[in-house]
C-alpha cells in the first residue's frame, strides 16, 4: 500500500468518527483487496440534504476514492415509518406526494460531495415494498423484543410517558433488512444511527452473512447550539443554499461551535484550526468562508463574506442576506416566524424574544403571543446575523 493510500485509509478511520464496530476487522477488510459494499441511508423526509448529512457524504466519498462500491440508499419506504432515533414523540407520516417532492433534488445535492459516477443509488422501496406479512414475521422471529426495548430514547419515552407506538420499532428492523438484502460489508451513519446499524449486524449474523462493520460518524449539532443539525428540526444549513445564505447562518452559530464547524464541516485539521483567528468573530468569519469555499469556490466565499461586512458595519440589510419566508395565512405567530428562521425549538424562540433578541421592522419586540400582520413584507430580525423577509403566499 503506496504512502498516499495510507493516508487515505487513516483519514478514513479517524478524521469525523465517533465510533468503529468493529475497526480491527475493518482494518483487515480494507487491507485484504476487497472491494466492499458500502452502504449510507437518508430518508426524504424534507427537500433538502444539510451539513450533517455532508459528513456521511465525505465519508462515503473517502470510501470511494479507495476503490470500494458505494450506495446511497433513498429510504423512501423507511420515510413512511419515520425514523425514531433520539425523539420522544413519533415523526409525522408523510404522504407518497411528499416523499417524491422531497426526492427531487436529494440526488443533486448529494453529487456536490460524492461521485456520481462511482455512486450507486437504490431505494428500499424496491424490496421492502414486497415483503408480505408472512416475509416480515420471518424476520421478526429473530429480533428480541427486549433488545428493542434497551435502547435508551424507547426506555426514556415509556418511562416519561409519552407513546411509543408500535410502527417505531419497526424501524430498526427495516433498516437491518436493507442491510442483508445489500449483503453490506460496511454502514455509515450519524451516532444517533449507531443501534440501527447494530442491529443490522445481528440480522446479518443471522441470515448467514458477516456483520457489516459500522462507521459511526460524530454529531453535529445544529444552529440552535442545543441539539443535532437536523430536517425536522430545521436548526441546518442546507447543501444547495446561496453562499450568501451559507455565510449569514453559519455566522449565527454559538461561538463555542466554531471549532466544532471547523473539524466536522470546514474538515481543518487540528494544526489549521489553531492557526485559526482568536477573536471569536473572526474565527468564525474564517471558518464560514473555509466551508463555504468547499461547496462554492473561493471568489464566492470571499464575495459572501464581502456582502456580510457590508450588511452588518453599514446596517444594509439585502436581499441576498434576507431569505425569504413566506405563509398562507395572512398573519403569522412570532414565536413560529423565529422557529422557522433559524429552526430551533418553540421554548428557545421564546427565550430569545424574552433575551430582546428580536426585532421586527427595527423595533424590539417583547411578547412572545405577538401575532405579525402579513399585509405587506415585513423584516425579522433574529439575534445579530439572521434576517428574514416575511410575507403572504400568493
Same mark, same amino acid.
Given at each position: 500500500?503506496?504512502?498516499?493510500?495510507?493516508?487515505?485509509?487513516?483519514?478514513?478511520?479517524?478524521?469525523?468518527?465517533?465510533?468503529?464496530?468493529?475497526?480491527?476487522?475493518?482494518?483487515?477488510?480494507?487491507?485484504?483487496?476487497?472491494?466492499?459494499?458500502?452502504?449510507?441511508?437518508?430518508?426524504?423526509?424534507?427537500?433538502?440534504?444539510?451539513?450533517?448529512?455532508?459528513?456521511?457524504?465525505?465519508?462515503?466519498?473517502?470510501? %470511494? &476514492?479507495?476503490?470500494?462500491?458505494?450506495? =446511497?440508499?433513498?429510504? +423512501?419506504?423507511?420515510? #413512511?415509518?419515520?425514523?425514531?432515533? $433520539?425523539?420522544?414523540?413519533?415523526?409525522?407520516?408523510?404522504?407518497?406526494?411528499?416523499?417524491?417532492?422531497?426526492?427531487?433534488?436529494?440526488?443533486?445535492?448529494?453529487?456536490?460531495?460524492?461521485?456520481?459516477?462511482?455512486?450507486?443509488?437504490?431505494?428500499?422501496?424496491?424490496?421492502?415494498?414486497?415483503?408480505?406479512?408472512?416475509?416480515?414475521?420471518?424476520?421478526?422471529?429473530?429480533?428480541?423484543?427486549?433488545?428493542?426495548?434497551?435502547?435508551?430514547?424507547?426506555?426514556?419515552?415509556?418511562?416519561?410517558?409519552?407513546?411509543?407506538?408500535?410502527?417505531?420499532?419497526?424501524?430498526?428492523?427495516?433498516?437491518?433488512?436493507?442491510?442483508?438484502?445489500?449483503?453490506?460489508?460496511?454502514?455509515?451513519?450519524?451516532?444517533?444511527?449507531?443501534?440501527?446499524?447494530?442491529?443490522?449486524?445481528?440480522?446479518?449474523?443471522?441470515?448467514?452473512?458477516?456483520? %457489516? &462493520?459500522?462507521?459511526?460518524?460524530?454529531? =453535529?449539532?445544529?444552529? +440552535?447550539?442545543?441539539? #443535532?443539525?437536523?430536517?425536522?428540526? $430545521?436548526?441546518?444549513?442546507?447543501?444547495?443554499?446561496?453562499?450568501?445564505?451559507?455565510?449569514?447562518?453559519?455566522?449565527?452559530?454559538?461561538?463555542?461551535?466554531?471549532?466544532?464547524?471547523?473539524?466536522?464541516?470546514?474538515?481543518?485539521?487540528?494544526?489549521?484550526?489553531?492557526?485559526?483567528?482568536?477573536?471569536?468573530?473572526?474565527?468564525?468569519?474564517?471558518?464560514?468562508?473555509?466551508?463555504?469555499?468547499?461547496?462554492?469556490?473561493?471568489?464566492?466565499?470571499?464575495?459572501?463574506?464581502?456582502?456580510?461586512?457590508?450588511?452588518?458595519?453599514?446596517?444594509?440589510?439585502?436581499?441576498?442576506?434576507?431569505?425569504?419566508?413566506?405563509?398562507?395565512?395572512?398573519?403569522?405567530?412570532?414565536?413560529?416566524?423565529?422557529?422557522?428562521?433559524?429552526?430551533?425549538?418553540?421554548?428557545?424562540?421564546?427565550?430569545?424574544?424574552?433575551?430582546?433578541?428580536?426585532?421586527?421592522?427595527?423595533?424590539?419586540?417583547?411578547?412572545?403571543?405577538?401575532?405579525?400582520?402579513?399585509? #405587506?413584507?415585513?423584516?425579522?430580525?433574529?439575534?445579530?446575523?439572521?434576517?428574514?423577509?416575511?410575507?403572504?403566499?400568493?
Amino acid at each position: 500500500m503506496g504512502v498516499a493510500m495510507k493516508e487515505l485509509t487513516r483519514d478514513l478511520l479517524s478524521v469525523g468518527v465517533a465510533e468503529l464496530i468493529d475497526k480491527t476487522s475493518l482494518a483487515k477488510r480494507l487491507a485484504s483487496g476487497k472491494k466492499l459494499i458500502v452502504k449510507f441511508g437518508v430518508d426524504p423526509t424534507k427537500p433538502d440534504l444539510h451539513f450533517g448529512h455532508a459528513l456521511n457524504l465525505h465519508k462515503l466519498r473517502q470510501f %470511494q &476514492e479507495l476503490g470500494h462500491e458505494t450506495i =446511497l440508499l433513498i429510504g +423512501d419506504f423507511t420515510t #413512511k415509518i419515520g425514523d425514531p432515533s $433520539g425523539r420522544n414523540s413519533a415523526r409525522p407520516i408523510l404522504t407518497d406526494r411528499e416523499i417524491k417532492s422531497n426526492l427531487k433534488t436529494y440526488i443533486e445535492q448529494a453529487k456536490l460531495i460524492i461521485d456520481p459516477k462511482k455512486t450507486k443509488i437504490r431505494f428500499n422501496s424496491e424490496w421492502l415494498s414486497k415483503y408480505s406479512y408472512a416475509d416480515f414475521i420471518q424476520v421478526a422471529m429473530q429480533i428480541s423484543v427486549q433488545t428493542l426495548l434497551e435502547r435508551e430514547d424507547f426506555s426514556a419515552r415509556m418511562t416519561g410517558g409519552h407513546s411509543l407506538a408500535l410502527h417505531e420499532l419497526f424501524y430498526p428492523v427495516t433498516q437491518a433488512i436493507d442491510s442483508v438484502v445489500m449483503k453490506a460489508d460496511v454502514e455509515i451513519g450519524g451516532w444517533d444511527q449507531r443501534l440501527n446499524m447494530l442491529m443490522g449486524r445481528e440480522l446479518q449474523k443471522k441470515s448467514g452473512q458477516l456483520p %457489516q &462493520e459500522v462507521v459511526a460518524m460524530k454529531a =453535529l449539532i445544529g444552529l +440552535d447550539g442545543e441539539q #443535532k443539525m437536523s430536517k425536522s428540526l $430545521g436548526n441546518y444549513v442546507g447543501l444547495a443554499e446561496s453562499p450568501d445564505q451559507m455565510f449569514g447562518k453559519l455566522m449565527s452559530i454559538p461561538d463555542n461551535l466554531t471549532d466544532q464547524y471547523a473539524d466536522l464541516v470546514a474538515f481543518l485539521d487540528p494544526n489549521e484550526i489553531k492557526t485559526l483567528p482568536e477573536h471569536p468573530r473572526d474565527r468564525k468569519q474564517e471558518v464560514a468562508k473555509k466551508i463555504i469555499e468547499r461547496y462554492h469556490g473561493v471568489s464566492a466565499a470571499n464575495q459572501a463574506a464581502e456582502s456580510f461586512k457590508e450588511t452588518f458595519q453599514n446596517r444594509r440589510v439585502t436581499d441576498n442576506i434576507a431569505a425569504e419566508q413566506s405563509y398562507s395565512e395572512g398573519k403569522v405567530a412570532l414565536i413560529q416566524a423565529v422557529v422557522d428562521a433559524v429552526g430551533c425549538s418553540r421554548s428557545h424562540a421564546v427565550r430569545l424574544v424574552e433575551q430582546g433578541a428580536i426585532e421586527l421592522d427595527g423595533e424590539r419586540q417583547t411578547s412572545p403571543t405577538e401575532q405579525i400582520e402579513l399585509s #405587506k413584507q415585513r423584516l425579522l430580525k433574529v439575534g445579530k446575523h439572521t434576517f428574514r423577509r416575511l410575507s403572504r403566499r400568493r
